[in-house]
Nanobody, 114 residues
Framework: QGQLVESGGGLVQAGGSLSLSCSAS????????MGWYRQAPGKQRELVAT???????TYADSVKGRFTISRDNAKNTVYLQMNSLKPEDTAIYYC????????WGQGTQVTVSS
């Protein structure tokens, strides 16, 4: 139903690293900008990072200098490299893609222990 497929979540200790990926199913066409949101229990969904087809990026202040978003346009895949992880980064991470409509990933759990 237009959802993107995410992978790479898991459990990591504070200070560690984790890499997420998100790929279009192959039945999605006209993908434009892509990005990542995250949501912790009881909190609003927060925009983490975005990247345009041309490679222009934006980051939430809370992750600047620690997270890196990238993409492979030929594969319609977006990545999120997360370094120096903090317990505050614990959340479900969702990828998004824009096009004819918005597409959402199923979410992947990232847990950072102290």
């Amino acid at each position: 139903q237009g959802q993107l497929v995410e992978s790479g979540g898991g459990l990591v200790q504070a200070g560690g690293s984790l890499s997420l990926s998100c790929s279009a199913s192959g039945s999605i066409f006209g993908i434009g900008a892509m990005g990542w949101y995250r949501q912790a229990p009881g909190k609003q969904r927060e925009l983490v990072a975005t990247i345009t087809t041309g490679g222009t990026t934006t980051y939430a202040d809370s992750v600047k200098g620690r997270f890196t978003i990238s993409r492979d346009n030929a594969k319609n895949t977006v990545y999120l490299q997360m370094n120096s992880l903090k317990p505050e980064d614990t959340a479900i991470y969702y990828c998004i893609a824009t096009g004819l409509r918005a597409y959402w990933g199923q979410g992947t759990q990232v847990t950072v222990s102290s």
